[in-house]
């Protein structure tokens, strides 16, 4: 079993870092997009999340929030379900 977990970022944003930081440490790879300089990034990530901050973070295409929203996950102990067959081998 596979999945898909991607993350919209920009480069200066602490709540990013801190997201995929969280994500490191479990072992989860992730596809990364930077929409710093790209409008058309910037669109597709509000459509698909509705949401216009970063970061914002997708598992098996399901818009799951940002960073408070992972963390909370994690806290209520529903991430590793979430994440199961995204660590990297």
């Known amino acids: 079993m596979s999945c898909d ?47 216009m901050t970063v970061p914002q973070i997708l598992i098996d295409g399901e818009p799951i929030g940002g960073c408070d929203e992972l963390y909370a996950l994690e806290g209520s102990e529903t991430l590793d379900r979430l994440l199961k067959g995204c660590k990297e081998t």
Do not use: F, H
Not at 5 to 16: A, D, F, H, K, Q
Not at 24 to 45: A, F, P
């Open 5 to 51: 977990v991607l993350i919209y970022t920009t480069p200066v944003c602490p709540y990013c870092v801190r997201a995929k930081a969280l994500l490191d440490r479990k072992g989860v790879s992730y596809r990364e997009i930077d929409i710093s300089n790209n409008r058309d990034l910037e669109q597709e990530m509000i459509r698909l999340t509705k949401r």
